[in-house]
């Protein structure tokens, strides 16, 4: 006899850092959909924190502290997920041993010249993410 896994499908937003986009994507998706799916985020390496202007960023806009359940963490550290986004290759394309199911294509607040330019996070990520969370929680048209 098979067994089927009927709980929530496990979403993973993944970057090289896990320290920016993809951990505004998992906060949101917590905050929007966290009755739908389980969302986490990885990367390929760590941080030794949260960008704190992400951390400022979320509890301005949506009254989120990701410090306080989140991390900086590497793809090993969560559940396989069932559905697999990549944040963007602008930085490094993660590997993560699969295809990715999706790729957002946000640019990273790492780039060069935006380090050039002392780049601040002016809310395009969380705007972006919060998009792309409520399309992928949207039901299926028939």
């Not at 963490?73 to 999706?102: E, H, N, Q, W």
């Not at 607040?109 to 935006?114: C, G, I, K, T, Y």
């Amino acid at each position: 006899m098979e067994l089927f896994n009927f709980g929530k499908k496990k979403v993973a937003f993944i970057c090289v850092h896990n320290s920016c986009r993809s951990q505004i994507a998992e906060a949101l998706g917590k905050h929007l959909a966290g009755d739908k799916f389980d969302f986490y985020s990885a990367g390929t390496e760590t941080k030794s924190q949260i960008n704190q202007d992400a951390v400022r960023l979320m509890k301005q806009l949506y009254g989120i502290d990701m410090e306080q359940s989140q991390y900086s963490k590497t793809i090993d550290k969560i559940p396989t997920p069932d559905l697999a986004i990549s944040m963007g290759c602008d930085v490094g394309c993660p590997y993560i041993g699969r295809a990715f199911d999706d790729n957002w294509e946000l640019p990273s607040l790492l780039s060069e010249v935006q380090k050039e330019n002392n780049h601040q996070c002016s809310g395009y990520e969380s705007h972006a993410c919060r998009t792309q969370i409520r399309f992928l929680c949207m039901p299926p048209h028939g």
